[in-house]
């Protein structure tokens, strides 16, 4: 049996008030989720009481009912899940080849791709050069304008290389005895090794393209390809936005407050994003290493 490490009496407060401190500091970051959604569920008589709201006598789903009513939030919301779902699928398809192949030291010029790939991750080109080659490229005002200037990354790339180095090329050298080449070997070897890389990667693409804001401000002018955080944002800005309310004849959906309305936006929009974590949380940890340790 190991030798039980006896704490003295100072390292156990220590322990005490370092816990009490964290548990204080957590309840503050916690508390602003709390209170988007405690609005978001008040009636409106209750808001108009103002003051601190903590705990609303009366729950209420009108909010809610009136948000996903409206056309333009549903809208929004598909054009930023094409954007979660598409986009995070290109990316990550784009980002392991390249990383496979860089990974593999045949490469002709690997070490000139390898320097380029670096320098992206140095250097900006800048907000008006990326605008000329999206105008130039005919994407002005497509949802393709998201999704293809920003479709791998080159920190990722090179910490996905890594991952790949580790993967023993005795495995590629049996895999192509038996007749594979190279897309088969990247397909059927080094895809199914690679699930926590692939997972923790998708994340961030996932929440990245879900968060898409500042190049659609940029590249998207038309209402009906707004992506939700640009209707968000308009919504916070603008209390009288018109978000294309279908069917609005109920009179308790008329009279929302807009601040009750905004709460309800922002908690429907953050949800598909907490409910994905779970299922990639086995992976995420160790993938989140990747390439950072060599063994």
Known sequence: MKPSIIESRSDRWFGIVNTIVLLLIGLLCLFPFYYVIVISFTTPAEFR??????????????????????SAFMRATGVSGFLAIVGTACSLVITSALSYGLSRKRLVGRRVFMLLILLTTLFNPGIIPGYLVVKELGMINSVWSLIIPVLTSGWYVLLMKGFFDSIPVSLEEAARIDGCNDMSVWLRIILPLSLPSLAAFGLFYAVSYWNTFFSAVLYINHPDKWPLQILLQNMLIDSSTSMGVDAMSDSGLQNIPAETKKMAAVVISTIPIILVYPFLQKHFAKGAMVGSVKE
């Open 49 to 70: 009481q103002g003051g601190l709201l903590l705990f609303p006598k009366t729950w209420t789903l009108n909010s809610y009912k009136y948000i996903l009513s409206t």
